[in-house]
């Protein structure tokens, strides 16, 4: 069973920039993809930005220039760098690892982003 930790969340004015981080361990082997989406008050959970195992990167038009998914696959972990920070990005980021081959899905806790204005 895969277990992802979250971190790296808090509160920031706008302007601002965090760092999150996800870390993933259960000793799962596989193609896999990793991604954070992130769910405000009364809306829907979507997507932010997610990374293939083979690198390719996907991002919400919103977020567009302003955010940076990375990944370390030593480490299995991956991050998201997120800059110029704006209070309608203010939300629980989730982060997701997905076995595509292999039927898996995975979603950690979450962690709150509150940006202030």
Do not use: H
Not at 42 to 54: D, T
Not at 87 to 101: F, M
């Amino acid at each position: 069973q895969v277990q992802l930790v979250e971190s790296g969340g808090g509160l920031v004015q706008a302007g601002g920039s965090l760092r999150l981080s996800c870390a993933a361990s259960g000793g799962l082997f596989g193609r896999n993809s990793m991604g954070w989406y992130r769910q405000a008050p009364g809306e829907q959970r979507e997507l932010v930005a997610s990374m293939a195992s083979g690198g390719s990167t996907n991002y919400a038009d919103s977020v567009k220039g302003r955010f940076t998914i990375s990944r370390d696959s030593a480490k299995n972990t991956v991050y998201l760098q997120m800059n110029s920070l704006k209070p309608d990005d203010t939300a629980v980021y989730y982060c997701r690892q997905r076995y595509e081959d292999r039927g898996y899905d995975f979603w950690g806790q979450g962690t709150q982003v509150t940006v202030s204005s």
